[in-house]
């Protein structure tokens, strides 16, 4: 299993999203063949471990090892330490799954097609992620499952259904700012708990806050953590048909402790 010496993997993940975006990033995941584990990995440089061993690279596609190695030492390094649960160390304490929350964060009303789809959307954007994990320094999951396990409402009548085949309906629990949250005892990682005490919760315990909101500032359509994902909500309903969210992938991005690149 892996530990939080996996954070590590930060630095693939800087390569592949600073040097070439996420868009050319996936694009040559398509391309690979199977590579020593059994996972499906995406390489850019060569790979240097052998048969049945964790999967080591030495950068030669974007940049080199050099310059990896800067990205840690000067980047993500400094930045990484300071947070104990990103979405790393979630993982591994939940065995490669994640449990969400959805905060509706706006008076437009949603319907049950378009929150059904919600799911879906998250598993296929923080699997664009892991595509570039899966394998490396013994990362241990090919696959990551989303599961979205309760839905927070100012007011249930935002809603056009009322039953809990969703996941559990929490309506009038607010924020200091007024937005709708899912309780407190219910969330996994209170204080940055790698498990917190969850008895109190009437419903199932979330990881992370998939969080849709009118903008939330000046020019501000995103914004991420070891929370979750706060994102516009017309920015995300208009962008569920694309295959690359490009806001959702960034605020993910923050999750797994990439700074402001």
């Not at 490396?136 to 396990?149: G, H, M, N, R, T």
């Not at 809990?164 to 929490?170: M, N, T």
Request: charged share 20%; proline share 3%.
């Amino acid at each position: 299993m892996a530990t939080r010496r996996s954070t590590k993997l930060l630095s693939a993940l800087a390569l592949a999203l600073a040097a070439c975006g996420l868009s050319t990033a996936t694009t040559q995941s398509t391309e690979v063949a199977q590579v020593s584990t059994a996972s499906s990995v995406v390489p850019f440089g060569d790979i240097t471990s052998g048969n049945s061993k964790c999967i080591v690279g030495n950068p030669n596609k974007y940049l080199t090892g050099k310059d990896a190695n800067w990205i840690w030492d000067n980047v993500m390094n400094k930045y990484v330490p300071g947070f104990t649960n990103l979405i790393f160390d979630q993982l591994v304490t939940n065995n490669g799954s994640l449990n969400y929350c959805v905060r509706w964060g706006t008076e437009q009303k949603l319907s049950k097609s378009v929150a059904s789809k919600f799911q879906a959307m998250l598993t296929s954007q923080i699997n664009l992620w892991n595509d570039w994990l899966a394998g490396y320094d013994c990362w241990p999951f090919e696959k990551i499952d989303i599961s979205i396990v309760g839905f927070a409402v100012k007011d249930t009548g935002l809603l056009d259904w009322n039953d809990d085949s969703l996941g559990k309906i929490y309506e009038g629990i607010l924020d200091d700012e007024g937005s709708p949250k899912c309780p407190d005892e219910c969330y996994k990682h209170q204080g940055q708990a790698k498990s917190a005490d969850t008895s109190a919760c009437q419903g199932k315990p979330f990881d992370m806050s998939l969080w849709p909101s009118d903008k939330f500032g000046e020019g501000e359509i995103g914004a991420g953590g070891d929370w979750g994902q706060r994102i516009e909500v017309n920015e995300m309903l208009n962008a569920m048909v694309q295959e690359q969210m490009r806001v959702l992938l960034h605020e993910i991005g923050h999750g797994f402790g990439l700074p402001e690149l």
